[in-house]
């Protein structure tokens, strides 16, 4: 059963559950899809915006997402998000850079950890961050799909 806040976004890859407040607080892709009444969905402008906004992202027609978000977590975390945010589409960047550009260059541990703890994938741009050594690295949603988004941004 669904929170009352939560929606299932339909996407060629799948289904994602988004959870809002005034704004998206968190975007996850789900393995498994139960039989969730999803009819409400259209009549929640912010879950439809979401949805148009997502299945264009997958499509390579949008290459910037304009989605109201919200995310909480310590601010060693925030700090990393924020920095995942202003990763280009179609760049891709170290875990080492990342703990660069947040004043933690010897974090790059801590850094992968709270990347892998993102809780709005795709908006906040995990998928970006790769190994200094250019292997794609972990994903929270397996690499297969990290491959993918790359793909999708004509990274790799």
């Known amino acids: ?22 704004n998206l607080k968190k975007l996850k892709q789900l393995k498994l899809i139960k039989k969730y009444a999803s009819s409400s969905n259209n009549k929640i402008p912010l879950v439809s915006h979401i949805e148009t906004q997502l ?11 304009d989605i109201p978000i919200t995310y909480s977590g310590t601010p060693f975390q925030q700090r990393v998000w924020d920095a995942l945010l202003r990763i280009p589409y179609g ?8 703990a660069k550009k947040i004043n933690s260059p010897h974090a790059v541990r801590a850094v992968g950890t709270a990347i892998s703890r993102n809780p709005i994938m795709l908006i906040v741009p995990c998928h970006r961050v790769i190994k200094s050594s ?18 999708i941004e004509k990274n790799i």
Not at 1 to 22: C, H, Q, V, Y
Not at 134 to 151: D, H, M, N, P, V
């Open 1 to 22: 059963m669904l929170k009352e806040n939560s929606f299932i976004i339909k996407t060629s890859l799948g289904p994602f559950r988004a959870d809002l407040s005034d």
């Open 55 to 65: 299945n264009q992202y997958l499509l390579g027609r949008l290459t910037s997402f």
């Open 91 to 98: 760049k891709t960047v170290s875990y080492q850079y990342i």
């Open 134 to 151: 250019g292997a794609i690295g972990e994903f929270a949603y397996g690499s297969k799909l990290k491959e993918k988004l790359l793909k």
